[in-house]
């Protein structure tokens, strides 16, 4: 396996602190600006793609990694929650959470060879 590429997000619960729901825009963030055909590239399944999502947030237990995993079509989706992101203190005591990732695709380009 080689890795390929990497993608970098960000994404925010303004108000409900869903972790999740602030990776799943950071995921968002990251993808939506892309379009990279790399499996096509070296004649390979899309499938066959292994794709790491490295999700980190202030609370990394709160993460649903399925749902995040479940925003990708095709690859074979890890989900790694981490230490990290931030909370940002609001003057109700409910912070704003603020996620970062980071994707990685890697694929087998020996057997495209």
Known sequence: ????????GMG???????YTEAATRAVK????????????????????????????VAAPEQIDTDKIAAIFPYGQVTV??????????RPDGHP???ANVAIS??????AAA
Do not use: C, Y
């Open 80 to 89: 790694v929650p981490v230490k990290g992101g931030l909370d940002v203190p």
């Open 29 to 56: 963030d990251a993808l939506w600006h892309n379009s990279i055909n790399l499996a096509e590239l070296f004649g390979k399944d899309k499938e066959e793609m292994q794709i790491t999502v490295e999700v980190a």
């Open 1 to 8: 396996m080689k890795r390929l590429l990497t993608e970098f």
């Open 105 to 110: 695709v890697a694929l087998d380009v020996e």
């Open 12 to 18: 925010s619960s303004l108000r409900r602190q869903d």
């Open 96 to 98: 704003t959470v603020m």
